[in-house]
DNA sequence: CTACTTGCAAAGATTTTGCACCTCA
DNA sequence: TGAGGTGCAAAATCTTTGCAAGTAG
């Protein structure tokens, strides 16, 4: 039986994750958690954030080419509006969803996230020269 | 003023878009659209796939490690579900949304893309050996 | 003890980019 | 003809992995 274990590594990472409304990617928590941990690895940070996202600890926001950001998992409903130009990520509170998709799913899938994302160009971006 | 040229990379590259249903990556187009244009090479896929996420003409998946996978936007209202061990993607028909996120946006926010996205594990990954 | 974890560095994979050469309009 | 587009190959990123050494339980 496979037995995880509560390293220091682990503790600090989640505990970074938690007290961060930022929504930092690997990189970030990598040289956040050095300042306490200085033999911290990038490839521990990837490790450790996996897991927490195979748990439901955490979610993450994926965008192609760029580093994956990840949000600790609250209890409240909410999802993320992501600028395609900055790539900043708002938090936009949404009750609505819970019931909507079960019953149109493909037979059997095993819902382990629902993710509502808005993409789009926030108002910084839009001001900026050449948009 | 910026002129966008209708070339034949552009023409084919949307069109093997257009005529599959199973969410290819920049490769696979690649490869398919080789068959007509042997030249094409996948710098001017992904620059043509690009241009049509931006012109809203496709939608992406994207995950990270993962090659993005490309949709063909139709007029109906369907989303996502992905499978997170297998890679696969099903579609689901979710009407309900247009109207849920505009007033909790960040102000001026412009959206370009609304998804809905339901990550889990398919049925098929369930019943494989070390799940 | 010993199975799991870490650090390190290298490898993998995807996506972007610079540049010289084409080509659509 | 000329602003854009393409092909090629290299570069840039991000993420994963193999392995020897460390460590929690």
Known sequence: MTMVRNTRQR???LQALRTTRTHPDAAWI???VRRELPSLSLGTVY???DALVRDGVAVTIERAGQATRYDFRRDDHHHHAVCRTCGAIFDIEVQELP???RTLLPGGFQVSDVR???HGVCVACQNKPNH
Do not use: C, I, Y
Request: aromatic letters at 0%; charged letters at 20%.
């Open 11 to 13: 503790q600090a990472v």
């Open 99 to 101: 019931n909507l998709p």
């Open 30 to 32: 990598h040289q956040e």
């Open 47 to 49: 490790r450790t954030l």
């Open 116 to 118: 509502l994302e808005v």
